[in-house]
């Protein structure tokens, strides 16, 4: 096996893996923040939208919400989007639902005393809601977020069922044509080294809101 | 005005899911006067504080405080609120103190009684923390200022909770069962606090079922019982010289022990 052809090529769809990694944390957590706000919302105009959303989300594979942004929104909405662009919305939409899970979880869990003493202070919902709820909320959901984190590490091997050429793609290319399952182990260890970082980062981060109980 | 009434609330009734918790309360407190409820559980003490404090709102019935009227009644005898504006300029007049503290954990002693004057009166952060390091010092607790919560006992976590109600400045002051999370060794110094604040002659009205504190500090005492106040007066007269039967039942319960 050459390895220097192999590596290279293994890092370049490494970053592919990456670039979906972030932009789906970019973009779905503020948006599964707004999907939680909705969901608690006491209009039922806002929670029952949102309770759908979040069924069909979680309820359905993640691999099939892959293939329909990529072959069903042509038919359907006349629109085509490109490989990667659907796998990145996909993994949006979805990752966004559980993100809202995790966030009405952490917020609802803020004992009602904590808004009651900000109200009585004066403090408007708004200031309330950054200033006192949202920082206690963090920490508390730190370790339901670190799941989900090391679960889309992985995850991102899923966009290659619409083509999109990332790090397990490539590899399995090398195995089925090299026939040695080496690959597979490098690719392994690739993720493992993405995912170790992973969890540092939210030790430090679990570390330095230890601060507090 | 020759006797200003900081709060006056009138036959306030409140129900929650059909069952009436408050049957027409009406009491009257006086600038620098301090007024103990005192009553068994469930007699909706507690319920009447939270609504003048607008942690809930009445059905009907009126509350003014400083002058400024929060609620009143409509035609119909239903109770209409005064606008958004207005309700949060008179929640300014109040402070509350928690039986459970309810202080910010993530804020460390300081932040908590600084947080609401920056943010909501708009103090400088230097006003605002010299204002709080006068109020722990009054508190004792001026070594703690960088503690967090969590590292306090009860009756510490309490008085910080009382001197971030004080930094507001309010003109009345509520207290809703303060020592009732604590044990009887602290129960003794959250009394204290509250007692000197009596003595600076502070506005309070405190739930409370410390009865022995009610008859010392308070200059009115509020027996309520079921919804109505059974009874109300001075309380060296309603403590020693009650005709009435159920107040006599409720405070023989407390002498036996």
């Known amino acids: 096996m050459n390895y220097q052809v192999l590596l290279p090529q293994m890092l370049e769809a490494t970053l592919m893996s990456l670039r979906i990694f972030f932009i789906t944390l970019i973009f779905s957590?503020?948006?599964?923040?707004?999907?939680?706000?909705?969901r608690m919302s006491r209009l039922k105009i806002l929670n029952l939208p949102m309770r759908f959303y979040i069924l069909i989300m979680r309820g359905t594979p993640l691999m099939l919400?892959?293939?329909?942004?990529?072959?069903g929104m042509k038919p359907i909405f006349g629109i085509q989007l490109d490989r990667v662009l659907s796998a990145e919305a996909a993994f949006i939409l979805n990752y966004a639902a559980y993100f809202a899970e995790i966030f009405r979880g952490g917020?609802?869990?803020?004992?009602?005393?904590?808004?009651?003493?900000a109200k009585v202070l004066g403090f408007t919902k708004k200031q309330t809601f950054f200033r006192i709820i949202l920082p206690q909320v963090v920490k508390r959901i730190l370790p339901p977020m670190g799941n989900e984190f090391i679960t889309l590490v992985k995850d991102t091997s899923l966009a290659q069922v619409i083509g999109v050429v990332e790090l397990l793609k490539v590899t399995s290319n090398w195995v089925s044509s090299s026939v040695s399952m080496t690959p597979f182990v490098i690719a392994a260890l690739f993720y493992l080294a993405m995912n170790a970082v992973v969890t540092r980062c939210f030790t430090v981060a679990e570390n330095k809101l230890s601060y507090y109980r | 005005m020759q006797n200003p009434q900081t709060l006056t609330a009138t036959d306030i009734r409140k129900s929650f899911d059909g069952t009436q918790v408050l049957k027409g309360i009406s009491i009257q407190v006086t600038k620098g006067q301090v007024l103990a409820i005192i009553g068994p559980s469930g007699s909706g003490k507690s319920t009447f504080l939270r609504c003048v404090t607008q942690l809930e709102t009445v059905d009907s019935g009126e509350i003014s405080i400083c002058g400024e009227t929060l609620v009143k009644n409509d035609a119909a005898g239903k109770a209409v609120y005064a606008n958004k504006a207005v309700c949060a300029k008179i929640g300014l007049h109040i402070g509350l103190v928690f039986q459970n503290f309810n202080l910010f954990p993530h804020l460390s002693v300081l932040q908590n009684i600084t947080e609401?004057?920056?943010?909501?009166?708009?103090?400088?952060?230097?006003?605002?923390?010299?204002?709080?390091?006068?109020?722990?010092?009054?508190?004792?607790?001026?070594?703690k200022a960088d503690a967090y919560p969590c590292q306090l006992s009860g009756g510490q976590q309490q008085r910080v909770s009382i001197a971030r109600a004080l930094a507001m400045n309010p003109d009345v002051l509520f207290f809703d069962e303060p020592t009732s999370a604590l044990d009887p060794e602290l129960t003794g110094e959250i009394l204290k606090v509250i007692r000197g604040l009596a003595a600076e002659h502070r506005t309070m009205v405190v739930v409370?079922?410390?009865m022995k504190f009610a008859r010392d500090v308070a200059d009115y005492v509020v027996f309520m019982d079921n919804g109505v106040i059974v009874e109300q007066g001075p309380p060296e007269?309603?403590?020693?010289?009650?005709?009435?039967?159920?107040?006599?039942?409720?405070?023989?319960r407390f002498n036996e022990t």
């Not at chain 2, 609401?116 to 001026?142: C, F, N, Q, W, Y």
């Open chain 2, 116 to 143: 609401a004057p920056v943010r909501v009166l708009h103090k400088s952060k230097e006003e605002a923390e010299t204002i709080a390091r006068d109020l722990l010092k009054k508190m004792g607790l001026s070594e």
């Open chain 1, 65 to 71: 919400q892959l293939l329909f942004l990529f072959y």
């Open chain 2, 208 to 210: 409370t079922h410390e």
């Open chain 2, 237 to 252: 007269e309603l403590f020693d010289h009650t005709q009435n039967e159920r107040t006599k039942a409720f405070l023989s």
């Open chain 1, 29 to 38: 957590l503020p948006l599964g923040m707004l999907v939680a706000m909705g």
């Open chain 1, 107 to 117: 917020i609802e869990s803020i004992p009602r005393g904590q808004h009651e003493a």
